[in-house]
């Protein structure tokens, strides 16, 4: 998977929008397939136009506890937003993911810019849930 560090250089690089809007679908097929039974309710992303589930797990790596995200959509380009989400989040602390700034991420991606507004809900939709779900994890250890 891309690092948002990447990913940002990338969108500086495509001219326009609908460069950057395909190059976002391209990133939502290399997702790593997530298993139908856990596409449930329980992990279904509410206040997203478009079906999404998500589920989080804590791994050890080295000597560090990370999260580890894995979600999917029905939308080609919600998966690209996915795979935006999984750049910043993925395999950071519970103390991490509560830390960052997400908006300077999406500002600087223009996705504030770009994005409707339905969109943009779903998006903040899926921060909050992977937050929720970061806080919850760093109480467990």
Request: glycine share 4%; hydrophobic share 40%; net charge negative.
């Amino acid at each position: 998977m891309i690092s948002i560090e990447e990913l940002i250089e990338e969108f500086e690089f495509l001219e326009d929008w609908e460069e950057r809007c395909d190059f976002l679908i391209d990133l939502g097929f290399e997702l790593p397939p997530m298993p139908e039974a856990d596409k449930t309710e329980a992990n279904r992303v509410h206040g997203c136009q478009s079906m999404v589930w998500l589920t989080t797990e804590l791994k050890q790596v080295e000597d560090q506890r990370v999260l580890e995200i894995h979600a999917d959509s029905d939308a080609l380009i919600v998966k690209g937003l996915i795979a935006v989400l999984l750049a910043i989040y993925n395999n950071q602390t519970p103390e991490e993911v509560l830390a960052i700034d997400v908006k300077q991420h999406f500002s600087q991606l223009q996705l504030d810019k770009y994005l409707s507004s339905q969109r943009k809900n779903g998006l903040f939709g899926m921060v909050e849930r992977v937050q929720q779900e970061a806080k919850l994890l760093a109480e467990q250890q």
